[in-house]
């Protein structure tokens, strides 16, 4: 019985916790309809979260009969996450690197961006270099930073731990990850950056309404795929679902190299470039062109990259059948609305699959804002698997449970 009755009072524990840190602000009646706690037990719950310091008294209710309630926010002091993008920017020396770090309501507290020549500092010194930076930015201890999410320009092969198709400088080095772990001593988990661009689809952009889609990224220097089947991303066997840049798009014309044509030499940055100079483009780099087409009067040359990109989201929707395509990255979005309704009017001349394709709807860099929503994911279930654990029972354990998660 006194088992059943931990149980049930962690379970109760962390519904409540889970409700605060979804809301953000709650009195106990409030908190009572969401659970259907009886009044005694709410009470019990909210002490027993002020206790170990998850939740604080935000406010009170005013206007209303009766007694004006307390208002419990989250702590938004007792846990933080990183979220980093390193991105290569298609420049031989510097590779962009941006950061941020927020708490446990997603709040950002501080950002950073900074360009490194990855060949003379390594992963590892450069993770530490920019955290360092940002927690003075921000103000907060160190020991409060329990999650660092990492997005990189490759793939994560988790059976041997290592980075594959990346082409910044020691990122690929065997052991880099159990050295930035070590270095860091916190939870440290890389994602493609591609596929952090589709988390940040789904919470932020036109992805938000389904639980199904594909994003392709059309970068300055790198093209991407991100898919998300059941709400669940498609990572491969080792990671490497997603290269779309590698498909070979021909079995006959061969590069001057001698390899067979891919889909990066149709839709790359470069070969947007080209196509575009080809029309009688003057820019300087793709988003450019893209910039210049979409404002209108350049429709030869968006028709003619429209149906390239079809081309290769042919064999992407005979295989997975999503329901909606999105067009991302610095290319993508800059192509915006024009580019997508040309991809979509010769994606449906050349396949009788239906999909809709549609620009991205986030705003900011995508890559960052998907690896601070994985990061906040992962902490909020650190918490709740926290107080849920011990069922908060003993504020001093539970405290020194939550500063050692």
């Known amino acids: ?56 008294v935000a406010g009170h209710t005013s206007g209303g009969p009766g007694p004006n309630a307390e208002i419990y926010a989250p702590n938004t002091e007792v846990s933080f996450h990183a979220g980093i993008a390193v991105r290569d920017v298609g420049e031989r020396e510097l590779t962009n690197v941006v950061a941020a770090i927020a708490d446990i ?25 920019v955290l360092a930076d940002l927690v003075e930015e921000a103000g907060i201890p160190t020991e409060r ?32 990850l159990a050295r930035l772990r070590a ?37 300055s220097s790198g093209l991407g795929l991100a898919t998300v089947l059941d709400g669940a991303l498609l990572r491969g066997a080792r990671g490497g679902a997603g290269e779309i840049g590698y498909m070979p798009v021909g079995l006959t014309d061969l590069h001057s190299s001698g390899r067979r044509l891919d889909f990066t030499d149709l839709v790359g940055g470069d070969a947007v470039l080209e196509l575009a100079h080809a029309h009688g483009l003057a820019a300087t780099s793709a988003p450019e062109a893209m910039h210049t087409a979409a404002a209108g009067g350049h429709e030869p040359f968006l028709d003619e990259l429209a149906e390239r990109i079809a081309f290769g989201l042919a064999a992407v929707v005979a295989v997975l ?34 999909c809709e394709i549609e620009p991205s709807g986030v705003t900011g860099d995508a890559v960052l804002l998907g690896a601070l929503r994985t990061g906040l994911t992962a902490t909020r279930e650190r918490l709740l698997d926290a107080v849920g654990g011990i069922g908060v029972h003993d504020p001093a354990q539970a405290a020194c449970l939550l500063r050692s998660t």
Do not use: C
């Open 105 to 129: 309501t997603g709040t950002v507290r501080a950002s950073v961006e900074t360009r490194l020549d990855f060949r003379g500092i390594g992963p590892v010194q450069a993770v530490d270099a």
């Open 145 to 176: 930073l329990h999650h660092v999410q990492l997005g990189v320009p490759g793939s994560h092969d988790p059976r041997t731990d290592t980075i594959r198709y990346v082409d910044v400088p020691g990122w690929s080095a065997p052991g880099v």
């Open 183 to 219: 270095e860091l001593d916190t939870a440290v988990e890389i994602e493609n950056d591609v596929n952090l661009a589709a988390v940040a689809e789904r919470a932020h952009g036109v992805a938000t309404d389904t639980s199904a889609f594909a994003l392709l990224w059309l970068g």
């Open 1 to 56: 019985m006194a088992g059943s009755s931990s149980l049930l009072r962690a379970m109760n524990v962390r519904a409540a916790l889970a409700h605060l840190l979804e809301r953000g602000r709650l009195t106990r009646g409030e908190l009572r309809e969401l659970t259907g706690l009886s009044k005694p037990t709410s009470s019990e719950v909210v002490r027993r979260l002020q206790d170990v310091g998850l939740a604080v």
């Open 321 to 354: 059948d999503p329901p909606l395509v999105v067009l991302a990255g610095e290319v993508g979005q800059a192509g915006g609305a024009a580019l997508s309704a040309a991809v979509a009017r010769s994606a449906s001349s050349a396949s009788p699959l239906d």
